[in-house]
């Protein structure tokens, strides 16, 4: 059988350093993607372009005083794919909203998800970056982070001839930070399930939630981090240690 068409969103803002990694290993899966991001992010609207990707420029995600709402960005980069000739309109579209530290297997049998269902894998934290990725025969060795499907929000997969998603006021719009869910999106589905494989998680968990406090993969520092770093203890009660030396 065939696989549908499948359309991919990421939001991505400061970022860059681990889309030029997960972008070049899960580029291949997707007929259509969509790279959301600030008109300032120069080096992720080349790196999308790079790998031939819409780019959708956009200031949703600080929208209404929010740090980082990144469900209203996405929902832009799903209208971005909404032309006609991203659309299958007899078969539908399979839809992936991924965060750009996310890395998906190199093969996923698409044939076997079901319609009707919002599919989210469990992630796997990676302990460290390094410049040799683990092989995905050595993800399993890495830890399961403790978020629950029930409110993860990093990788979630549907498809769009279901008729659970409406056509307009489909993300939520008040999520104040990059770890809120998508507490409506998700309602109009009777069950979330398991994906049948897991991803793997390649920066600091929740972290970056209000916008980019953890080290540049090359080392940098972020010059507002700090700043940051204090937003985001209003969500966290006892976040990672900020690291500045």
């Known amino acids: ?14 970022y860059s350093d681990y889309l030029s990694l997960t972008l070049e290993y899960n580029r291949h899966h997707f ?3 969509a790279v959301v991001t600030a008109s300032s992010d120069r080096a992720t609207k080349e790196l999308a372009k790079k790998h031939d990707c819409i780019v959708v420029n956009t200031q949703a995600m600080y929208a209404d005083g929010a740090h980082f709402n990144k469900w209203s960005a996405a929902a832009q980069g799903f209208d971005a794919l909404s032309i006609p000739e991203y659309q299958d309109t007899e078969s539908g579209n399979w839809c992936v909203y991924i965060d750009a530290d996310i890395l ?20 796997r934290q990676i302990a460290q970056l390094c410049d ?9 060795l890495n830890s399961l982070d403790s978020e629950s499907i029930q409110r993860a929000s990093y990788c979630q997969i549907w498809h769009s001839g279901d008729g659970h998603v409406p056509d307009t006021n489909w ?14 999106f998700q309602s109009w589905w009777d069950h979330i399930v398991k994906a049948p494989f897991d991803v793997l ?10 916008g980019r406090i953890s080290r540049y993969t090359n080392g940098d520092l972020n010059p507002v981090g700090s700043r940051r770093y204090q937003t985001l203890r209003k969500y966290i009660q006892s976040p990672e240690p900020l690291d500045e030396n």
């Open 1 to 14: 059988m065939p696989t549908p068409p499948i359309n991919g969103v990421t939001v991505c803002v400061d």
């Open 31 to 33: 007929d259509s993607f």
């Open 104 to 123: 998906l297997p190199r093969r996923i049998e698409w044939n076997a998800l079901q319609q009707g269902n919002l599919y989210i894998p469990y992630r």
């Open 132 to 140: 040799n990725m683990p092989k995905e025969y050595y993800w399993p």
């Open 171 to 184: 993300q939520d719009t008040d999520i104040a930070h990059a770890g809120g869910k998508n507490r409506k």
């Open 201 to 210: 998680h390649l920066s600091i968990p929740r972290m970056d939630w209000c």
